[in-house]
C-alpha cells in the first residue's frame, strides 16, 4: 500500500498543473462557406471567381481568450479586387449582452482596408474561443491573382512595425505580443482570391508584374471613438503603436 502511495504521488508531481493553452491564431479563409459565428469549417487557401463577382472571405481567429477589442489591415491587389462591405457582427456579438462596434475603414492610398472593432458591452462581455471576427465582401474587379493578408507594416520605413494585427483582452492587455510592441505575433494564415484566373498563378494583375503598390500615403491616422454607456467609458484609438483599449468605471450618481 505505501509503494502504491508512493508512486501515485509521484505520477502527480510529473504531471503538469493544468493543460498548456492552445496558442492564439489569426488569418483569412478565402471561403466563408462551412464557417458560423463561433465556429470554423475547412480553411480555403485560395478561391477563383469571375470579374464582377462578389465573394465573402472570413477573417477568422482560434483559442483567443477574453477578446474584447481588435483591429488589422486587409492588404489586397486594387487591379483584381475591390472590398465592397465587412460584417463584424459575428465571433465578438456571439455573446449575451454584447455591444460591439464597426470602426472600419478604407484606408488611403491602394490596396489596404482597415477593419477594427471593439464590443462597448456594459457589463463587459468579452469572447473565447473560435470564430469569425469578420466577414468581408469583396469583388473581382480585373483578371489576375490578389493575395489577401494581414501583415506587419513599417509604413515611417524606420524599420519598425507599426501598423498590424492588434487584439486586446479585457485587461488592456496585448494578446499574442512577444516583443512588447503590442502587436499580434503569433500565427496568421494568408489567402488568395483569383479572378478569371488560376489559383496556380503568379500574384497580380493578369499578364502583368506583381507591384507592391505604391508609397504614397501611408494610411496613418489615428481615429478616436469615445462610447458612454451606463457606469463605463471605453475609449478606443485605432491607429499603430498608438491604438489603445482604457476603461474606467465611472462612479455612480451620489457615489
Known amino acids: 500500500m505505501i509503494s502504491l502511495a508512493l508512486a501515485l504521488a509521484a505520477g502527480m508531481a510529473d504531471a503538469p498543473a493544468h493543460a498548456q493553452q492552445a496558442e492564439t491564431s489569426i488569418g483569412i479563409d478565402a471561403d466563408s462557406s462551412g464557417n458560423t459565428a463561433t465556429t470554423l469549417g475547412t480553411i480555403d487557401e485560395c478561391v477563383e471567381i469571375r470579374e464582377d463577382e462578389s465573394h465573402e472571405v472570413d477573417i477568422f481567429i482560434r483559442d483567443v481568450t477574453d477578446l474584447l477589442a481588435w483591429e488589422a489591415v486587409l492588404t489586397f491587389e486594387p487591379g ?41 458591452a456594459d457589463p463587459f462581455a468579452p469572447d473565447s474561443g473560435s470564430g469569425v471576427l469578420a466577414r468581408v465582401t469583396v469583388k473581382g474587379v480585373g ?90 467609458i471605453a475609449s478606443v484609438a485605432v491607429g499603430g503603436l498608438a491604438a489603445t483599449w482604457a476603461v474606467r468605471r465611472r462612479p455612480s450618481p451620489g457615489g
Open 80 to 120: 483584381v479586387l475591390e472590398v465592397v462591405e465587412e460584417d463584424v457582427q459575428l465571433f465578438m456579438a456571439a455573446n449575451e449582452g454584447s455591444d460591439v462596434q464597426d470602426v472600419s475603414r478604407e484606408m488611403p492610398g491602394e490596396g489596404r482596408y482597415q477593419l477594427a472593432a471593439f464590443d462597448a
Open 143 to 232: 483578371p489576375g491573382v490578389s493575395e489577401l493578408r494581414l501583415p506587419l507594416l513599417d509604413l515611417d520605413e524606420d524599420g519598425n512595425p507599426d501598423r498590424g494585427p492588434l487584439l486586446r483582452d479585457i485587461d488592456v492587455n496585448s494578446i499574442g505580443d512577444v516583443n512588447g510592441d503590442t502587436l499580434f505575433d503569433g500565427p496568421i494564415a494568408e489567402a488568395r482570391i483569383a479572378v478569371d484566373a488560376s489559383c496556380t498563378d503568379e500574384p497580380g494583375p493578369a499578364a502583368q508584374t506583381a507591384s507592391e503598390g505604391g508609397d504614397e500615403g501611408d494610411g496613418v491616422g489615428a481615429v478616436t471613438i469615445v462610447v458612454v454607456v451606463v457606469g463605463v
